[in-house]
């Protein structure tokens, strides 16, 4: 009896082993039949903006490079939480994705508590694009440049107001940071939106803001706006002759928002890297590059394990931001 014991025993675990090997035979093989029907591309902003029309023209090109509808879906509110959430808790199968941005990636979790998902709940894909933001000033503000904006803003502590598109936004953060680095006091005016934002300014309601390239171009061009300085570490095409804040006098000054595709944790590897593959398949062609600068975007590309590395930093800098600036959003 024991040694019939034994043999059950041995059976059993053989038994177990074997099930666990054909499961994930059949995990690979679904795997490498990726995708074998449409895939919802979750996008947590409403639609019409920058964000949502970079989600759109990505879906059009995985759908032409994988053979399957990619269908874009917008989840959004609670300051994009809402699309995040339904993608942290989908089934890891590679058929729910979301575009994810720094705000809600790096910043949110800084900004409030009990959040409906977990960073951790999301595999990362890869890094896609960057909206660079120009420093822009009402032209009431007599100053040409960044160091005579600093110096207007010194010789009148808690005079100048700056506007952003809601608090705890790229826009106020940017704000924010200018203000540490240089050591000068603003009065922070939030709105519901960029548009309200910008129209303020416009008005000469408030007299700095933080706008995206596109916007501030050509209120530029037309002297309704004065542009100053660009906020990544690099120059935008659109807008080649402002210099960055780092070029201005604040050296490690760096702001925009940032966007990256995710998975649900948990999803196949060889999906993962099918996605990334596609991913900057369609980042390097000329026509899609031209369409994101034509945006105001510049894109990026890189690993999942980069934008990991990505994700680290960027919640490391805007936490400490955050911190020592008493911004919260509960």
Same mark, same amino acid.
């Given at each position: 009896?024991? &040694?019939f014991?034994r +043999?059950?025993?041995?059976?059993g675990a053989?038994?177990?082993?074997?099930s666990?090997?054909? %499961?994930?035979?059949?995990?690979?093989?679904?795997?490498?039949? $990726?995708? &074998?029907?449409a895939?919802?591309?979750?996008?947590?902003?409403?639609p019409?903006?920058?964000?949502?029309?970079?989600?759109?023209i990505?879906?059009e090109?995985?759908s032409?490079?994988l053979? @399957?509808q990619?269908v874009?879906?917008?989840?959004?509110?609670?300051?994009?939480?809402?699309?995040?959430?339904?993608v942290?808790?989908?089934?890891? &199968?590679?058929?729910?994705?979301?575009?994810?941005?720094n705000?809600?990636?790096?910043?949110?979790p800084?900004?409030?508590?009990g959040?409906?998902? @977990?960073q951790?709940?999301?595999a990362?894909?890869?890094?896609?694009?960057?909206n660079?933001?120009?420093?822009c000033?009402h032209p009431?503000?007599?100053?040409?440049?960044?160091?005579?904006?600093v110096?207007?803003?010194?010789?009148?502590?808690?005079?100048?107001? $700056?506007?952003?598109?809601?608090?705890?936004?790229?826009?106020?953060?940017?704000? %924010?940071?200018?203000?540490?680095?240089?050591?000068?006091q603003?009065v922070h005016?939030?709105?519901?939106?960029a548009?309200?934002?910008? @129209?303020a300014?416009?008005?000469?309601?408030?007299?700095?803001l933080f706008? &995206?390239?596109t916007t501030?171009?050509?209120?530029?061009?037309?002297?309704?706006?004065?542009?100053?300085? !660009?906020?990544?570490?690099y120059?935008s095409? !659109?807008?080649?002759?402002i210099?960055?804040?780092?070029?201005?006098?604040?050296?490690?000054f760096?702001?925009?928002s940032i966007?990256?595709?995710?998975?649900? %944790?948990?999803?196949?590897?060889l999906?993962?890297?099918?996605?990334?593959r596609?991913?900057?398949?369609?980042l390097?062609e000329?026509?899609?590059k031209a369409r994101?600068q @034509?945006?105001?975007?510049?894109?990026?590309g890189g690993?999942?394990?980069?934008?990991?590395?990505?994700?680290?930093t960027?919640?490391?800098k805007?936490? +400490?931001?955050i911190?020592a600036?008493?911004i919260?959003?509960d």
């Open positions: 009896m024991r &040694d014991g +043999r059950a025993l041995l059976a053989g038994f177990g082993l074997l666990s090997v054909l %499961a994930g035979s059949r995990s690979a093989l679904a795997a490498s039949a $990726y995708p &074998d029907h895939v919802r591309l979750i996008s947590p902003w409403a019409g903006g920058s964000a949502d029309v970079l989600t759109r990505m879906a090109r995985f032409s490079l053979g @399957q990619f874009v879906e917008n989840r959004a509110g609670a300051t994009g939480t809402i699309g995040h959430a339904a942290a808790k989908a089934r890891p &199968d590679g058929f729910t994705l979301l575009l994810g941005s705000s809600t990636y790096a910043i949110i800084h900004l409030m508590t959040l409906p998902y @977990q951790s709940e999301l990362p894909i890869g890094l896609m694009a960057a660079p933001q120009i420093l000033i009431s503000i007599p100053a040409k440049d960044l160091a005579g904006f110096a207007y803003a010194k010789a009148n502590p808690g005079a100048v107001t $700056y506007g952003s598109g809601g608090v705890g936004g790229t826009s106020h953060l940017a704000s %924010a940071m200018l203000s540490t680095m240089a050591g000068i603003m005016v939030p709105y519901r939106g548009g309200p934002a910008q @129209q300014l416009v008005a000469g309601e408030v007299k700095a706008l &995206d390239v501030a171009a050509p209120l530029s061009e037309s002297g309704m706006l004065r542009a100053l300085a !660009v906020s990544t570490a120059r095409p !659109v807008m080649p002759s210099p960055t804040v780092a070029e201005s006098g604040y050296p490690g760096e702001s925009a966007f990256a595709l995710f998975a649900p %944790a948990g999803t196949p590897e999906i993962i890297e099918t996605l990334n596609t991913m900057l398949t369609i390097a000329p026509a899609t994101l @034509q945006l105001g975007l510049d894109p990026i690993s999942p394990a980069e934008l990991a590395k990505h994700i680290e960027e919640s490391a805007w936490g +400490r931001l911190a600036n008493g919260r959003l």
